[in-house]
């Protein structure tokens, strides 16, 4: 049972390019999100997927944007990446009618 | 705002000696607070949801407990093996989203 599963695990990108993020979740879940985690800065949500179809935007959604493939997938697209957007990454996802989340195991970005 | 604030920021005990990490919240209307942890370079594992005053829950070592405005995740003679970041977060009972607080690190020595 793998759960939520993110590739890259890694990834350093340049001042410019663009990259999508990727995220599946074998769970059956409804509900789909993505973080960032930073130093002193917690877990903040970037965007989140309450079902298939719809998208909303979080805490920190400028930058990014996101499409809900499936009721397995979630991406995360970075169009013109910033160094500001280095951070670690973690996709989620929860079952409707339960509040708790179940995390990846994160992508690391760096942008140089 | 929701508002998540979690204390220590870090903390290092001996084995065998136990302790308690707090967390308090602001919210307007609590649908849960969630305790996970979280390993250096791994997602955060979820340990527990409480969603009431005066809830209990327990897992091995750990035990958490909810009042109306913070929770304490109670440590009974840790191990090293619980060294980790462990995190607090609430959902409010209109919202979608997890707020987070910044963590405590817990070290426990041999």
């Known amino acids: 049972n793998a759960g939520v599963t993110q590739t890259p695990k890694f990834q350093v990108l340049k001042t410019g390019q663009s990259m999508t993020l990727q995220c599946a979740q074998d769970m059956n879940h409804n509900s789909m999100y993505w973080y960032r985690q930073d130093p002193g800065m917690g877990l903040r949500l970037i965007y989140y997927s309450a079902s298939e179809g719809t998208t909303d935007k979080g805490e920190v959604p400028n930058g990014y944007n996101v499409s809900r493939l499936n009721k397995r997938e979630f991406s995360l697209r970075l169009e013109s990446a910033a160094p500001s957007q280095t951070s670690v990454y973690f996709c989620?996802?929860?079952?409707?009618?339960?509040?708790?989340?179940?995390f990846g195991q994160g992508t690391r970005l760096t942008v140089v | 705002e929701d508002q998540v604030t979690q204390s220590p920021e870090a903390l290092r005990l001996q084995e065998g000696e136990s302790s308690s990490l707090n967390c308090s919240y602001t919210?307007?209307?609590?649908?849960?607070l969630f305790w996970y942890r979280q390993d250096p370079g791994k997602g955060p594992e979820f340990l527990f949801t409480?969603?009431?005053a005066g809830e209990e829950k327990e897992k091995e070592r750990l035990k958490a407990t909810l009042t109306k405005k913070e929770s304490f995740l109670h440590i009974t003679a840790p191990k090293p093996e619980d060294s980790a970041t462990y995190l607090c977060a609430v959902r409010e009972t209109s919202g979608s989203r997890l707020t987070f607080g910044e963590g405590t690190q817990l070290t426990v020595n041999p």
């Open positions: 919210v307007s209307g609590l649908r849960g």
């Open positions: 409480l969603y009431s």
């Open positions: 989620a996802s929860s079952e409707n009618g339960r509040p708790e989340a179940f």
